[in-house]
């Protein structure tokens, strides 16, 4: 039986709760840019009535090359988060990639985030686990969605049960993954709620040679096509100029696009659940 996650009171993902909007910027890039985007975002999510949790990195480890910007770091970039949430009145999510960072990271923000490549990560997933705090657990491209159910598991040998998990492409040959809708159904028979990513789904991997590319056009048809399966929430990385952003450029979109997709995706959302 899937249960509700309270993410702070008043904000929930799962079973009774509106849908979930998580967005942001890839990675802190600077303090004044990051607020930009947070207040930007908790405006449009606002105007459309619908849940929202601040997304942003303090590093991005998993980079192709050594010269990639991977971000301010742990403790700077904390400071940054701590400063958003607390003059954009969001609450936070970040994905952390060793298991000393749970801790730290939990004092801060709302909701810990394991990426997608480090899913099957036994003690960074236990460390998140045991601060409590919710954990979105990203489901790696190399995986199969009945796969998550072990890592699911793991989780809650930790004693924490708020747990939900993100769809967000399986690699498709070379430089490319391909998002197979069925896995949404099968990752819910895991008992917890699901999150669709529809800006990492379009991912290119190593396409542009030392970053990855992107086919942002395809953002909006598997945003709709996902509410139209029904999932709990959507996940979206949103930048004011995506094309000088300093990671994942490509598959970002702009806030404006972040809102026509997002009104499209409630009229399909309400739809849904006028028939129901």
Known sequence: MM???????????????????????????????????????????????????????????????????????????????AKVKKEAGVAILTDIHEPWQARPAAEVVDVLQIPAFLC??????????????????????????????????????????????????????????????????????????????ATHSVQAPGAEGERSGGKREFVAPLARAAAAVGVDGLFFEVHPDPDRALSDGPNMVTPAAFRSILKDVLRITTSLSEKA
């Open 120 to 197: 099957r990560q036994t003690d960074l997933v236990l460390e998140a686990a045991r601060t409590g705090k919710p954990l979105n657990i990203k489901k790696g491209q190399f995986m199969a969605p009945q796969q998550m159910g072990g890592i699911v598991e793991k989780a809650r040998h930790a004693g924490n049960d708020r747990v939900f998990l993100t769809e967000r492409g399986t690699s498709f040959g070379y430089q490319d993954l391909v998002v197979d809708f069925r896995s949404l159904d099968i990752l819910k028979r895991l008992g917890v709620p699901v999150v669709f990513d």
């Open 3 to 81: 249960e509700r996650i309270e993410i702070i009171p008043g904000l929930s993902l799962g079973p009774g709760s509106p849908l979930l909007i998580i967005a942001g910027p890839c990675v802190v890039e600077s303090e004044a840019l990051t607020l930009e985007i947070a207040k930007m975002l908790k405006g449009i999510t606002k105007e459309l009535g619908v849940g929202f949790v601040f997304k942003a990195s303090f590093d991005k480890a998993n980079r192709s090359v050594h010269g990639s910007f991977r971000g301010p770091g742990i403790q700077e970039g904390l400071e940054v988060l």
